[in-house]
Each structure stands twice: as structure tokens, then as C-alpha cells.
């Protein structure tokens, strides 16, 4: 039957539409008994009417296939299509986890926003999403008015396509400019500057991959819009022949980032297509640093990325300010009565504005840290570290709890006294518990210990065994920002465990303390304050 269907082209928009239906209903049906040849033809031939299928019939179909559709590759094609027709398949598809897991990759922010809205799927499947970033996070959506199913036919499309928004949203930009200024900061100074690397794009412009350069430098930024002012992008050029399809040849480039990475680069690229249906997929190319004749002459000197850092720093702070002040205004009730939904959802807001909030305080410390030589510290400036771990278990006992796990910090030596800021230290241990709780298995126990040993009384350590999930990633890969082990928890989804490290190593090092990578322990070591065996043997002595 499919066959016949192909075979005839349609006349007009009301065999286009038949054609759509038919084709859709058939593949639910029964796509996972057809031929890998038919298969492919029926979504090259949906992929070809698309175009031509209102809006409002693609939804229909969503909508009915979406009730008895088991067929991934349908589901995939129609995830991928305009949010109204991706919402009315995704609420309420119906497919196995090893379907959902292999579909994943292949679906756009909006999709798997959509998706991480849902309750009902596998935690395998919700633990994917979480581990794909900001983009899988769902703001509440309202009810879609369920309209009579239209006769028989669905949806159904093309091979899975890794197809992303057009624009990029607000929050993906804002995630990927701190990812880049955290990747800045921690980069080691010494590091030889890059001359080249390697990206892909995908058909949105956005780029996806690359290699030879930190992803946080590159990831995110779009080819196919011009950067105005300076700001990282491409320039006009690049975004016209991406317009056109065309080959792309010398195009100018600007990046941020550690100072190996940021400034102009040169880039050539060739736009891909999918050799089965030949869609268009996006571009794959090359940058250079320009040579010396191919820059203006007289062009400013980059601005200082510490202050990038802070003004960015400042342009967060304000907006969320004002959400967190609404939020309180509903869950207070300060103008009238809210309805105990609304105010759920605002109490939920003023707790994630909290965590964001936290996280900006801690980017502050990080560049203030780096930027400038830490200060020696006074009398006042000496913490006590088994009364800072006590107090971060006791606040991370609700998280413990609902994670399954267990925490054992045992104690060698003493007394634990630290030359660091008391409040820099419970941010760094609390940091570095939180993001290992984080990636821990449910039912493990978190093991470590804090040590003074009388031999390095110079240094206070508190080591902790790698969990399971880490236990064989290398320092390289834990200290990398975007860094995400699998199975790591939705509550580390703000920060990733790579970003955490980092953060916690900067805030360390402002101290004079660091964080090591060892084969089976993280240990942080803070400078201590301990009096030194060898002076109290003077004193004794001299008594």
C-alpha cells in the first residue's frame, strides 16, 4: 500500500494533504514492519510536503497518532517541526525507554523542553534530559485544547534530524556566555596560544561541535546572523553565504574566552546535506588566527575580561531581582488572593532565584579571586573547619535524603583551623559536597576524610573518594565546564559537576589553597592555621 501511495504525485493541496495523512497513518501503524527502503522513501516524501501541509493539519495528525504511534522515527520527525505541532506529539506519545533514549539526541531544545514538562517518563529518560542542559528545562505549559481527531492519519517524518531553534533563546545564550567567562577564568595562563580548529554547525547556523579549542569558547555561537559591536559571532559575510547555502571563505570570527582562545579568527566552511533525502544540515569547516596583513591597522585593544565578567555580573543581578520580588509579591499575597497553584509556582521561583543567586555570588568571588593576588589574611580571617563541615551537612541533610545517600566525613588529627574566610569556606565545601552528591548512585555512601597531618602542617586536606560515576574520568574531563558525568541529578543542572570543580578550585586558589585530582580522591587543601609542631616545641623548651 505504501508503494502505491508513493507512486502517485499529488494534483492539489487536497491530495497533498490525503497524501500527508495516509502516509503519516501508515508508518504509526505499522512503520516498524515496513522495509528500510520504504521507510526512507515515506519520509523523504513527508520531509517534500511538509511545505505544503497547513499548520492546523499537521497538529490533527499529531494529535492522533501521538494516541496509538509506537514508531520513533515518526515521532522524532514530527518533534522536530513548529512548537504547536512538536507540543501536540510530544504531551502524549507513547515509546519505550530505549526509544526515548535513541530519540534524545535527536530532538531541538523546544522538544525536549517539552518533554522534561512530562511525569510520567522512565528516570533514565528524565536523567538524559537533565544531562542535555539548559535547554531541557520546561516552564509549566497550559493545556492544549484536545479537537476531534481527523480521520484515521497521522504524522509521520524523515530520518531523526538534530534540527535546532532558529533563534537561540534567552536562558541557552545567558548559560552559554557563563559557561564561556568560567572557562576563561579557570584556563591555566601559561597555555601556548591556539592557531586552528575544527566545528560543525547545525542547520540553524548554531555551533555544535568543535575541536582544538574549548567548547565553552565556541559552542552556541551562530554563523548564519552578523555580530554587531565586537560581540563573539561572525561577521556579515559568513551569514550571507549561509543564507545562500554557499561556500564560506575567510569569514571573520570573534571569540571570548582564556586568552589562548579569544579575539579574531578566520574561518572557511562547505555546507553538508543528508545524502538520502538531501536536506540541508548545516556546515562543517575550519578557522585560522588571521595573518598580520589581514587586520586593520589601529584596531583597540580587547577589553579586559574581568570587567566583561562583571558587567555581566551586574546585567544578571537586576533582572533577577525583579523576578524574585514578584515572585515573593504572589506567594504573599500582597495584592490580593492567588490561588494556591500560582502560588506553588512563585514560591518554587523565589527558591530557584536563591540558587541562581548564589551561583552569581560565586562567579563574583571566583573573578575577584583570580584577577587579584588573595590578601593576607588577619586574626579574623581564620576558619574553623570542622564547625564549617558540620554546618554544610547539616544543610545539605534534605538533599542527602533525597538522593539515597549517605554522607561519612571522618576526622584525623586536629584541631581543624584554616586561614581562609569562614564564608568562602562553607561556599567552597559546600560546592564541592553538593556537586559529588549530585553524580552519587542512590543507596552510596559519600566517604571522606578531613586531615591534619603533622608533617604538613602548612596544609588542612579534605579528601573524598571519587563516586562511581567518576571513578575512572580524567583530570582533564572533571576540570572541563561543560563536564557532566551520566546519571548525574537534575539538581546539577544548574551547574555542571566540570563547572563546579572549576569554581571551587578558583575559590580555593584565591585563598592559597587548590584543589587536586587524584587517581581515586578529590582532596581540597587550604593553608592552615594550626600552631606548627616545631614552634610549640620552642615554647616548651624555652619554658
Keep these: 500500500m505504501i508503494a502505491t501511495i508513493l507512486r502517485q504525485a499529488p494534483k492539489d493541496r487536497r491530495g497533498t494533504v490525503a497524501a500527508w495523512r495516509q502516509i503519516s497513518d501508515i508508518l504509526a501503524q505499522r512503520g516498524n514492519q515496513l522495509g528500510d527502503d520504504d521507510i526512507r522513501r515515506s519520509f523523504h516524501a513527508l520531509a517534500v510536503l511538509r511545505p505544503e501541509v497547513p499548520e492546523k493539519v499537521r497538529r490533527e495528525c499529531a494529535q492522533a497518532i501521538a494516541r496509538h504511534g509506537r514508531f520513533a522515527p515518526l515521532v522524532a520527525f514530527y518533534a522536530n517541526d513548529v512548537p504547536a505541532v512538536s507540543t501536540a506529539m510530544l504531551r502524549r506519545a507513547r515509546l519505550s525507554e530505549v526509544d526515548w533514549l535513541a530519540m534524545l539526541p535527536a530532538t531541538a531544545a523546544t522538544a525536549r523542553s517539552i518533554l522534561a514538562g512530562r511525569d510520567d517518563l522512565p528516570v533514565s529518560v528524565r536523567r538524559a534530559l537533565a544531562s542535555l542542559g539548559a535547554g531541557s528545562v520546561a516552564l509549566p505549559q497550559p493545556e492544549i485544547a484536545v479537537e476531534e481527531a481527523p480521520p484515521p492519519v497521522e504524522i509521520v517524518v524523515e530520518q531523526p534530524a538534530a534540527v535546532a531553534d532558529a533563534i537561540p533563546s534567552q536562558i541557552s545564550e545567558l548559560v552559554r556566555r557563563i559557561d564561556k567567562y568560567q572557562s576563561a577564568r579557570a584556563q591555566p595562563a601559561a597555555r601556548a596560544p591556539r592557531t586552528d580548529f575544527l566545528f560543525e554547525t547545525g542547520a540553524d547556523g548554531l555551533i555544535c561541535w568543535v575541536d582544538g579549542i574549548t567548547r565553552g569558547a565556541a559552542i552556541g555561537l551562530s554563523i548564519a546572523e552578523s555580530a554587531l559591536g565586537g560581540e563573539p559571532g561572525a561577521d556579515g559575510a559568513a551569514a550571507g553565504a549561509f543564507r545562500q547555502r554557499a561556500e564560506i571563505i575567510n569569514a571573520r570570527m570573534i571569540l571570548e574566552g582564556a586568552a589562548s582562545e579569544s579575539g579574531e579568527w578566520r574561518f572557511s566552511a562547505l555546507p553538508w546535506f543528508d545524502p538520502a533525502t538531501g536536506q540541508f544540515r548545516g556546515y562543517r569547516g575550519s578557522a585560522r588566527r588571521p595573518q598580520q596583513s589581514e587586520i586593520p591597522y589601529g584596531r583597540p585593544a580587547a577589553v579586559e575580561s574581568g570587567d566583561s565578567i562583571r558587567q555581566l555580573i551586574h546585567e544578571l543581578r537586576s533582572p533577577l531581582n525583579a523576578i524574585s520580588g514578584f515572585s515573593q509579591i504572589i506567594s504573599g499575597q ?210
Excluded: C, K, W
Design 334 to 543: 500582597m495584592f490580593g488572593p492567588v490561588s494556591a497553584t500560582y502560588r506553588a509556582m512563585a514560591e518554587t521561583i523565589v527558591a530557584d532565584a536563591a540558587a541562581v543567586q548564589a551561583i552569581i555570588d560565586d562567579l563574583e568571588t571566583a573573578a575577584r579571586a583570580v584577577s587579584a593576588p588573595p590578601p593576607e589574611p588577619g586574626p579574623s580571617e581564620i576558619a574553623d573547619i570542622d564547625a564549617v563541615m558540620a554546618q554544610v551537612q547539616g544543610d545539605l541533610s534534605s538533599l542527602l535524603a533525597e538522593q539515597h545517600v549517605d554522607m561519612s566525613i571522618s576526622r584525623v588529627g586536629g584541631p581543624f583551623l584554616a586561614r581562609a574566610n569562614d564564608a568562602n569556606s562553607r561556599r567552597m565545601i559546600g560546592r564541592l559536597l553538593t556537586a559529588l552528591v549530585d553524580i552519587s548512585e542512590p543507596g552510596a555512601t559519600l566517604v571522606g576524610q578531613l586531615v591534619t597531618e603533622p608533617g604538613h602542617d602548612d596544609m588542612l586536606q579534605l579528601r573524598v573518594v571519587r563516586p562511581l560515576a567518576i571513578r575512572f574520568a580524567t583530570a582533564a574531563d572533571l576540570l572541563d565546564p561543560g563536564y557532566s558525568p551520566e546519571g548525574e541529578a537534575p539538581g546539577a543542572a544548574i551547574l555542571s559537576l566540570g563547572f563546579s570543580l572549576r569554581l571551587v578550585d578558583s575559590l580555593a586558589r584565591g585563598a592559597g589553597g587548590r584543589l587536586d585530582i587524584g587517581h581515586n580522591a578529590l582532596t581540597l587543601h587550604l593553608p592552615s592555621a594550626n600552631p606548627r609542631a616545631d614552634t610549640e616545641l620552642g615554647i616548651q623548651q624555652s619554658e
